[in-house]
């Protein structure tokens, strides 16, 4: 029999295994770390996951794709990106998983991304496997001519990887709307089909869902209300810290207007800004999504509720509710220790990975409620696999129709979670539910499918 001290000494052995096998790519190993520190109840309760390999299988890749990706600016310059694909584990579904356009962009962080995602995706209930792409190539301050290019070239190899039944790609940091229309549009020139469900985020005039550009911030507010719900408690009237100024924390800002809470800050790379009236939603979408300013622009136009803190971090605001939206490890243990000072009640994490391990066991050890990405942002991946099955059927649902199954999904995902964690000794510890029920999800099915 397998003994709890068996199973611990064997994920040690792993975890080490895991680290010689992928040098220099701490994100990776950290994302590997926080299941795998989760899991030994699940193995000592269920022998069969502990059959030798399982685990192994999981933690590599399928497949792994990197790329040159050579394209000129306006001026005529030559430069050279690197793109990446990770398609991870395609046991539930076709690999499903955004591209992000950054320039820290290298293969340990799309590994921790995709990683990631199959345990997000199997959350969902849907049937999407995980994966993960995109490049080390700066969009700040580009031409859209220079993205058009940017993007062609980046398909011109990515087609060849990727298809309805194979591998969908979305949109991530650095890429959405745009971006995604351009790289469609090389892929129908490519391969001279119409074949809407190989990317989604796509506009709502070919293709998109309605939702998906709300559903990742609109999901994750969704999921920080029912953890309040569960303690009792409301969203309406807390305030809170949204950091990010991009889609997820555009529409993290939108939903929590919505349900009568207070968003006090958002930010980018650059600083913070903090209204005292509450975030006005028009004026950040008129700022970051139309014209694609800085942050410090929606200061200077809202007037004397709001100010500019370069450098700072949204994190040394008192609010009820934090969301981090905007990247990974943003929030740290000093942030965490300012919030729970500031009595902070629950985190929900829009952003994947942005809290620290640190951070995020500082929170439980103070009682905060604290959903992790891949519960509490899984909303957009879900209502991409509703793209998914709008475009295989050739149909479109309503608005309304989405955002119903959105609510519906994130609601069973926590329920999931909470239950899962329940059932395993870990009572409101979201991140062993989610990772433990993540993890069962996707095991089954590779069990169940043999050694590949
Ligand atoms: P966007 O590119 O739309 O926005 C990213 C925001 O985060 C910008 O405000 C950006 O500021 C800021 N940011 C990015 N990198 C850094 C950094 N290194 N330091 C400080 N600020 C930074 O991306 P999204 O909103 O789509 O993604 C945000 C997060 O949500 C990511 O972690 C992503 O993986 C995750 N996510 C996104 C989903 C989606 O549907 N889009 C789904 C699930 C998770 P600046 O412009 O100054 O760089």
Redesign the pocket.
Known sequence: MTTRDDTKTRLDALRVEIERRNPAQPEFHQAVHEVLDTLAPVLAARPEYAEPGLIERLCEPERQVIFRVPWQDDQGRVHVNRGFRVEFNSALGPYKG?L???P?VNLGIIKF?GFEQIF?NALTGLGIGGGKGGSDFDP?GRSDAEIMRFCQSFMTELYRHIGEHTDVP???????GREIGYLFGQYRRITNRWEAGVLT?KGAGWGGSAI??E???YGSVLFAAAMLRERGEDLEGQTAVV????????YTVEKLLALGANPLT?????GYVVDDKGIDVELLKQV?EVERG??SEYAERRGASARFVPGGRVWEVPADVALP????N?LDENDAAALVRNGVKAVAE?????TTPEAVHLFQRAGVAFGP?KAA?????AV?ALEMAQNHARTAWSPAKVEEELAHIMSAIHTTCHETAERYGAPGDYVTGANIAGFERVADAMLAQGVI
């Open positions: 955004g992000r356009f950054h820290s991304l997000k700040h979305a949109g991530d940091i650095g890429v959405g985020g998906r550009p559903a990742t911030g950091s990010g100024s991009g889609n997820v924390a555009i958002c930010s980018d790379s650059s970051k800085r942050i939206s905007a990247t990974q943003e829009g952003a994947n990975m942005p990405g942002n899984a909303g957009g991946v991409s």
